[in-house]
């Protein structure tokens, strides 16, 4: 409920962390992103988590112009699979398609820029293109991301009514809150020593070329098989291993002559302790490295008493995490269960949660689930290469430097597209995102 000796708290007052009731359900915000929109406009945005939903929640306070939206990550059916292939063919859109029982008509189309609060993070521009129905109350939005490709959303404009018992985040301690000014003044630093490093990296690499005019997905990979694939080739190293995991650490493409290459991480016990190794790098097929671009950081391979199964999920999930032998599941004070590691073991959430948030019991168990859409969602919301780049272990990667030239010049092309954004989609003039919906994350 809101502090009982202050004023009520408003959506205004919502931060990462905090909790409010809406539709008969508590929620909690464990996401907080920014947009920025070309008329100068600003909206913020809350990733917002009930059990094993997901909503976003969109709230543009401009002088005495409120709009708040909600909605949820959809997939593709027939009317968006048309409206994405009338973009790819010549940027013309449909003036209307039928979803989820609503006729609905295209009213906006702009272009915007987006941020993830949390960390280092640079602002990505991406386009959108809002449908809305006759109320102007539903809406779908579909985005196109340069890396991440489209993207679509449905849901409704809300009223403030719709919100209620709105609490702030948990008070930080006084060590994480050393700990969060250090990370907000270091984020400089650590951008500086990413440029420096990158320097380094050109000097001393003789016979890898990625040259800045070849935009990243943009590049021609040509096919290549080596003699035995990298995680193969590692799987039969640990042959005498009976339990272990085997972790996504790093990247590389080699352009002449043409190779793709994996560094891993396995993770074990040994002598009553959580033990790693880190690979020296290991050939792997175009095939099979184009599969796991997005999946640096997760575990791509667990072997359980001997058994091996070749699946991604998020680090610790198959051996550690929800094992009692290593911790438990505790409420965190806002009606969810998260996963705490023992005194003993403490030392593995370094290893665990170093890119990504401390996990919780629905998304454990969501990977155990039947459900494989819905576990490559979990995955593409919250586990995947672009967030652990980010991190303290991933900051510095190869993969992360290669990352880093192809934004220089995806940020490039787009100011030149940005020139002509009023002309791209036939019939639609690109203005202020106004009453659109939806959201980047």
């Given at each position: 409920?809101?502090?009982?000796?202050?004023?009520?708290?408003?959506?205004?007052?919502?931060?990462?962390?905090?909790?409010?009731?809406?539709?008969?359900?508590?929620?909690?915000?464990?996401?907080?992103?920014?947009?920025?929109?070309?008329?100068?406009?600003?909206?913020?945005?809350?990733?917002?988590?009930?059990?094993?939903?997901?909503?976003?929640?969109?709230?543009?306070?401009?002088?005495?112009?409120?709009?708040?939206?909600?909605?949820?990550?959809?997939?593709?059916?027939?009317?968006?699979?048309?409206?994405?292939?009338?973009?790819?063919?010549?940027?013309?859109?449909?003036?209307?398609?039928?979803?989820?029982?609503?006729?609905?008509?295209?009213?906006?189309?702009?272009?915007?820029?987006?941020?993830?609060?949390?960390?280092?993070?640079?602002?990505?521009?991406?386009?959108?293109?809002?449908?809305?129905?006759?109320?102007?109350?539903?809406?779908?939005?579909?985005?196109?991301?340069?890396?991440?490709?489209?993207?679509?959303?449905?849901?409704?404009?809300?009223?403030?009514?719709?919100?209620?018992?709105?609490?702030?985040?948990?008070?930080?301690?006084?060590?994480?809150?050393?700990?969060?000014?250090?990370?907000?003044?270091?984020?400089?630093?650590?951008?500086?020593?990413?440029?420096?490093?990158?320097?380094?990296?050109?000097?001393?690499?003789?016979?890898?070329?990625?040259?800045?005019?070849?935009?990243?997905?943009?590049?021609?990979?040509?096919?290549?098989?080596?003699?035995?694939?990298?995680?193969?080739?590692?799987?039969?190293?640990?042959?005498?291993?009976?339990?272990?995991?085997?972790?996504?650490?790093?990247?590389?493409?080699?352009?002449?002559?043409?190779?793709?290459?994996?560094?891993?991480?396995?993770?074990?016990?040994?002598?009553?302790?959580?033990?790693?190794?880190?690979?020296?790098?290991?050939?792997?097929?175009?095939?099979?490295?184009?599969?796991?671009?997005?999946?640096?950081?997760?575990?791509?391979?667990?072997?359980?008493?001997?058994?091996?199964?070749?699946?991604?999920?998020?680090?610790?999930?198959?051996?550690?995490?929800?094992?009692?032998?290593?911790?438990?599941?505790?409420?965190?004070?806002?009606?969810?269960?998260?996963?705490?590691?023992?005194?003993?073991?403490?030392y593995a959430k370094e290893l665990f949660?170093?890119?990504?948030?401390?996990?919780?019991?629905?998304?454990?168990?969501?990977?155990?689930?039947?459900?494989?859409?819905?576990?490559?969602?979990?995955?593409?919301?919250?586990?995947?290469?672009?967030?652990?780049?980010?991190?303290?272990?991933g900051v510095d990667s190869d993969w992360?430097?290669?990352?880093?030239?192809?934004?220089?010049?995806?940020?490039?092309?787009?100011?030149?597209?940005?020139?002509?954004?009023?002309?791209?989609?036939?019939?639609?003039?690109?203005?202020?995102?106004?009453?659109?919906?939806?959201?980047?994350?």
């Amino acid at each position: 409920m809101s502090d009982s000796n202050t004023t009520p708290l408003t959506l205004l007052d919502i931060r990462k962390g905090s909790t409010l009731n809406y539709e008969l359900k508590n929620w909690k915000a464990i996401g907080e992103y920014n947009y920025r929109w070309p008329d100068g406009r600003f909206s913020r945005e809350f990733k917002l988590v009930c059990a094993s939903s997901i909503r976003y929640l969109e709230i543009e306070d401009q002088e005495e112009d409120f709009r708040i939206r909600v909605s949820r990550k959809v997939g593709r059916n027939n009317e968006i699979s048309r409206v994405l292939e009338a973009i790819n063919k010549n940027n013309t859109l449909p003036k209307s398609i039928h979803y989820s029982g609503k006729n609905l008509n295209l009213k906006e189309a702009t272009t915007g820029e987006y941020r993830d609060r949390s960390g280092y993070s640079a602002w990505e521009r991406f386009e959108v293109w809002d449908y809305y129905d006759s109320t102007q109350k539903h809406m779908l939005s579909i985005e196109r991301w340069e890396e991440e490709g489209f993207k679509a959303y449905f849901g409704k404009v809300e009223q403030k009514t719709a919100f209620s018992n709105i609490t702030k985040p948990p008070p930080i301690s006084k060590s994480a809150k050393a700990l969060g000014w250090f990370a907000r003044f270091g984020a400089v630093f650590v951008f500086l020593a990413i440029l420096l490093s990158q320097f380094l990296f050109f000097s001393r690499t003789t016979n890898t070329s990625y040259g800045n005019d070849v935009p990243f997905y943009e590049a021609e990979w040509k096919s290549y098989t080596p003699e035995k694939e990298g995680l193969d080739e590692l799987l039969e190293s640990y042959a005498d291993y009976p339990t272990y995991s085997v972790l996504l650490v790093d990247m590389l493409v080699d352009k002449n002559p043409i190779g793709y290459y994996h560094k891993y991480e396995v993770v074990f016990e040994r002598e009553d302790s959580i033990q790693t190794e880190i690979t020296l790098w290991k050939a792997v097929s175009s095939q099979f490295f184009k599969a796991h671009t997005r999946e640096m950081g997760l575990e791509i391979a667990t072997k359980t008493d001997g058994i091996i199964e070749v699946q991604s999920v998020p680090p610790g999930f198959s051996l550690f995490i929800g094992n009692p032998k290593y911790g438990a599941w505790l409420d965190d004070g806002y009606n969810r269960r998260e996963w705490i590691f023992s005194d003993k073991y403490d030392y593995a959430k370094e290893l665990f949660y170093h890119a990504f948030a401390r996990p919780y019991i629905e998304e454990w168990e969501l990977t155990k689930s039947v459900d494989a859409q819905a576990r490559a969602e979990l995955m593409r919301e919250q586990y995947n290469t672009a967030i652990y780049v980010r991190s303290p272990r991933g900051v510095d990667s190869d993969w992360a430097r290669y990352l880093l030239l192809k934004q220089e010049e995806e940020e490039k092309r787009a100011r030149a597209r940005t020139t002509r954004s009023s002309n791209r989609v036939t019939g639609v003039s690109s203005r202020s995102r106004g009453s659109s919906g939806g959201g980047g994350k």
